[in-house]
């Protein structure tokens, strides 16, 4: 939620924000910090790392289950901004048939290089220490935070992308409400016929791309005075809506309410909030996104 406020007091004209509201058509793009996969099938391969390697898998099969864990550590400062929209975004090294949902890790965990005991396996998040079921999927945050079916592309694919909103977690993250440990990436179909497999930052492959985390962000606003009938103007590059809030007692934090309001335009056209409080007392806004 973007908790952005407007201070209102009756008695002045019609006011137009035009500036502060303007959700980033640069936006932050944090590159991964590690990334490698918990490879859990038969004995062989539980115990190995594979952090070094130009490529994870995701798949889920009796006989091979690929668990991809990517990592952003250097996240920016939270300093005046808030997140509008986050998504990691990973190019398809193959795909067919997959379904993969993400989640949010609740154990640290180290990349590797693929030496013994140098990162996480299937057994273990560090080379040494148990995760806290095999395989890590019960060290993350239930339910999943999002999924999506996997375009089919052949083996060595490059130049497809494919992306997960993880807006609630980034929020979160950046608010100090949850530690950061990355992501987990599961395969839902659980069949061999549907796997994949994304480019890492190990990858010598010209042009390949590795693991991104893409921020949008909603720059600080300043408090401004409005009359009861304010027009609130700002411009969405992610095309999400959003909705204006009004609290009729400044004190209380359970007051903020919906006001009428008109929205125009989609993708990177205007929106415009037109507010009719209706009010003679001092009022707070918000803008927040649905």
Known sequence: MLNRYMKGVLGVALLTVTGPLVVSANPI???TTG????????????DTNYGHLEHFSVVE???NRSRGLVAFANLPSVSGIEVARAVVRMELKQAFGARIE???LTQSWVEGDGTADSGATYHTYNGWDDWTVSGALNDTEIPAIDEIRLPNVGSGSTGTFVEWDVTPTVRDWLDGNISNFGFLFYETLNAASASSGFHSKESTEPG????QLIIDVVPGLTDVVVDKTAAIEFLSTTGQPYRLECATDLVSSGAWQGVGATVTGTG?????FNAQTGSTTSRAYRIVSE
């Not at 918990?38 to 062989?44: E, I, N, P, R």
């Not at 990177?268 to 415009?272: D, E, P, R, V």
């Open 208 to 211: 390949v791309t590795a693991p």
């Open 268 to 272: 990177t056209n205007l929106y415009l």
């Open 102 to 104: 993400v989640y949010a």
């Open 61 to 63: 099969a009796s006989d």
């Open 35 to 46: 990334e490698t996969y918990t490879y859990g099938a038969t004995s062989v391969g539980q």
């Open 29 to 31: 793009v944090v590159d």
